[in-house]
C-alpha cells in the first residue's frame, strides 16, 4: 500500500516563492506526480518525478529524494491564480497514481 | 487539451437508487481510471480499466462497477446508494505503456445522495 503525506493548507504573499512537501511510503515506485485543481475543477498535471533531482518547468519546480521518500512543488512569483489545491500522487509498483489529501494554496495580495 | 468529457455534470439521488456516470476518453487514449473525490480530499482510486478488463481497483464494495467499450469510453455504476457516496466522481483518461502516464481528468460529476 501507499501513504501520501501533505500539509493540509499553506498561505502566501503574491510574488513571493512556497514550498509544498509531500512525504510518502510506498511499495515500488514508479514516478511522483503533481496536480493543480482550482476550486470546482478537474485537476491539471503540473509535473511528474522518476529520478532524483530538481525538473523546473517555468515557475514550477518539483524536486524529489526517493531513498527519503521526498518531494516537493516549488512555486515562484507567485501570482493570485496559483490559489488552488496541489494534489502530490504517487504510482506504486501497479503504475496507478495514488492521491494524497491536496494542500490548499492561498496567495494573499 | 483535456478532451475527456464527463454526464451529467450534477445529480441527485436517494439513498437506495442506483446511478450511472459516463465518460468519453481523450482521443488516443486506451486507459480510464475513476476516482471518487469528497470534499477536502484527495482523489480516492476507485478502478480502472484497460482494454475493456478491469485492471487494478482500490479499497471500494463490489456495489461500485464499471465498464469499458471498444471506442475506451467508460461507465461507472454504484447500486444500492448510500448517503456517504455523496462526492465529486472523477474520470481521467491515459494512454498506458507511455513512459510518463500522466492522467487527464475530466470535469466529474458531482453526486450527491440524500
Known amino acids: 500500500g501507499q501513504n501520501i503525506d501533505q500539509p493540509t493548507e499553506m498561505t502566501a504573499t503574491e510574488g513571493a516563492i512556497v514550498q509544498i512537501n509531500c512525504t510518502y511510503q510506498?511499495?515500488?515506485?514508479?514516478?511522483l506526480f503533481w496536480y493543480q485543481q482550482h476550486a470546482g475543477e478537474a485537476p491539471t498535471f503540473l509535473s511528474y518525478?522518476?529520478?532524483?533531482g530538481l525538473e523546473e518547468k517555468g515557475r514550477f519546480s518539483s524536486f524529489l529524494s526517493r531513498s527519503k521518500g521526498y518531494s516537493y512543488l516549488l512555486l515562484k512569483e507567485l501570482q493570485m491564480k496559483d490559489s488552488a489545491s496541489y494534489l502530490c500522487?504517487?504510482?506504486?509498483?501497479?503504475?496507478?497514481?495514488?492521491f494524497g489529501r491536496g494542500t490548499s494554496l492561498i496567495v494573499h495580495p | 487539451e483535456t478532451g475527456v468529457t464527463q454526464s451529467p455534470t450534477h445529480l441527485i439521488k436517494t439513498r437506495g437508487q442506483q446511478v450511472t456516470l459516463r465518460c468519453s476518453s481523450q482521443?488516443?487514449?486506451?486507459?480510464v481510471s475513476w476516482y471518487q473525490q469528497a470534499l477536502g480530499q484527495g482523489p480516492q482510486f476507485i478502478f480502472q480499466?484497460?482494454?475493456?478488463?478491469?485492471?487494478g481497483r482500490g479499497n471500494f464494495p463490489p456495489r461500485f462497477s464499471g465498464l469499458q467499450f471498444p471506442n475506451y469510453s467508460s461507465e461507472l455504476n454504484v447500486n444500492a446508494l448510500e448517503l456517504d457516496d455523496s462526492a465529486l466522481y472523477l474520470c481521467?483518461?491515459?494512454?498506458?505503456?507511455?513512459?510518463?502516464?500522466?492522467?487527464?481528468f475530466g470535469s466529474g460529476t458531482q453526486l450527491s445522495v440524500l
Open positions: 481521467a483518461s491515459s494512454f498506458q505503456g507511455a513512459t510518463n502516464e500522466k492522467l487527464f
Open positions: 510506498t511499495s515500488g515506485f514508479n514516478g
Open positions: 518525478n522518476v529520478l532524483d
Open positions: 500522487a504517487v504510482a506504486g509498483g501497479s503504475y496507478i497514481p495514488t
Open positions: 482521443s488516443g487514449h486506451n486507459t
Open positions: 480499466y484497460y482494454r475493456e478488463e478491469e485492471n
